[in-house]
């Protein structure tokens, strides 16, 4: 055949392959979210993400170091706490669980870059992202609550915020909040576009916070809509946001490529846990290659545009580009 272009060329062996990569996955662009707990020497598996552990505070360095260990040295943190109430008082308490582990965390392993989820629902005994009204979830209200609750992180010494309750103005209302503090430097990374999505299950599981009556359709995205995802970016980084974050990512690719293309701040995917559990649980039965499954879905989030990626595959995937699978 009289052929000028054969793609084959380019795929004649690995060195070949490597060259001619259009994306490249770098460790340092790695996030894992971990759960902290109250209590002591507990390390307990979630049931629904098997691999996956609670920590208590006293566990926690453990972990970081392995992490660090592996290259993974960015973790988004949550915090499961012993009292809930309607105004989720716990969660911009000075010593509440985030604020302590926080504390510890710098202290014993300080090389970790620590962002915290700036959230109600673990806190609030409805499970809700808010404080409540007659129509659903208060929206300026909770704006203020979640403002003194990433003010009480960054306190405690949090390096990053990342609100994920889906409030109107919250960027806007943390970026005043630790302005006005002397946290000009912090950067807030905004969970803008979350959808309201079944992928959430087994956190929900993990983090006690499902709600108690109801669904999140009032504040988290329709999953049909995908130019509402711009306005929702847009809006996030008119309110001070750094990074804007999608989630989840494997059903929201396309949401991924145009919010990057509409956008002049970093994109961050996040692979959820519903995600993890889909894929823990069929290579748990021996059906599915986990390590080649795990890195194509990582790949497709960098191909798709995220420069960040968050996942509780995290130090797994930095074993893979050590070993060459992928990077
Ligand atoms: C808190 C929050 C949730 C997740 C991150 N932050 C749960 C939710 O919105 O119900 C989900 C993360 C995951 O599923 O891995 N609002």
């Known amino acids: 055949m009289n052929l000028l272009q054969r793609p084959r060329r380019l795929r004649g062996n690995e060195a070949v392959r490597r060259m001619v990569r259009e994306v490249r ?46 290259g993974v040295s960015n973790v988004m943190l949550f915090g499961i706490p012993l009292h809930k109430d309607e105004t989720g008082s716990a969660a911009f308490d000075r010593d509440g669980i985030i604020q302590k582990a926080l504390r510890v965390a710098k202290r014993e392993v300080p090389d970790v870059y620590y962002i915290t989820d700036v959230c109600m629902c673990e806190y609030t005994s409805h499970g809700h992202c808010g404080v409540l009204c007659d129509h659903g979830v208060d929206n300026d209200p909770t704006c203020g609550l979640l403002a003194k609750t990433a003010l009480s992180h960054v306190q405690a010494g949090a390096d990053m915020v990342a609100p994920s309750d889906m409030m109107d103005g919250r960027v806007l209302a943390i970026r005043n909040l630790l302005d006005s503090n002397g946290f000009t430097h912090i950067p807030i990374m905004s969970y803008a576009v979350k959808y309201a999505s079944a992928f959430y299950g087994p956190f929900r599981e993990a983090a006690g916070s499902a709600p108690s009556f109801g669904n999140r359709n009032g504040y988290q995205m ?12 847009l809006l996030d980084i008119e309110e001070g946001a750094d990074i804007i974050m999608i989630k989840p990512a494997m059903s929201f690719l396309d949401v991924v490529t145009k919010v990057r293309e509409a956008i002049h701040v970093p994109t961050a995917a996040y692979s959820v846990s519903g995600e993890y559990a889909m894929v823990k649980a069929a290579a748990l039965k021996g059906w599915i290659d986990e390590s080649r499954i795990v890195s194509e879905m990582a790949v497709s989030a960098y191909r798709a545009g995220a420069q960040i990626y968050l996942s509780y595959f995290a130090q797994e995937i930095a074993g893979y580009i050590d070993a060459g699978l992928i990077g």
């Open 222 to 233: 329709d999953v049909h809509n995908s130019r509402e995802a711009i306005k929702e970016a």
């Open 25 to 70: 996955i770098d460790k340092s662009s790695l996030i894992y979210p971990m759960f902290v707990k109250e209590g002591s020497d507990i390390k307990e598996e979630i049931p629904s993400m098997p691999g996956q552990y609670r920590y208590s505070i006293d566990r926690m360095p453990e972990k970081l170091n392995e992490l660090a260990d592996a």
